[in-house]
């Protein structure tokens, strides 16, 4: 009866790892409704890019149309396609700790790049500058 106990413990816990881990990739392969295939000349490709001066411990925490997609590290950026129209970007840091959010809006052209730089220009908050290339 014990080494049943036991058996039986193991394979429980096998499953809820398994099931971890299977929720885990999912969670990391998934799409939100904005992103869709960077392929199609139909859409628009996103760039956003953390400014070398943005500090090192300040993760920037990107939402696409009130849905977070990413938290962007130190060294990093961010790129997806977005179809035309109106989108709103917003940014915080990973602690909240120097202000609210920052939106902003702006309407997706097909074939167009927007390339946005996530700066701390004000010592308040973070904001997003449309760099030229944009």
């Not at 099931?19 to 392969?29: G, K, R």
């Amino acid at each position: 009866m014990k080494m049943l106990y036991h058996v039986s413990l193991k394979l429980v816990l096998i499953a809820i790892a398994c099931s971890f881990a299977v929720s885990t990739t999912t969670q990391a392969s998934g799409t939100s409704s904005h992103s869709i295939p960077a392929t199609s000349a139909e859409n628009a490709r996103l760039v956003v890019i953390r400014s070398a001066d943005f500090g090192t411990q300040e993760s920037i925490r990107l939402f696409i149309d009130g849905v977070e997609v990413t938290d962007i590290q130190y060294n990093e950026s961010y790129e997806t396609a977005l179809r035309p129209g109106e989108h709103v970007l917003t940014i915080g840091t990973n602690l909240n700790a120097y202000g609210g959010p920052t939106e902003l809006r702006f309407n997706v052209e097909a074939g167009k790049t927007y390339v946005f730089t996530a700066v701390w220009n004000d010592p308040e908050r973070a904001s997003l500058e449309l760099s030229p290339e944009g």
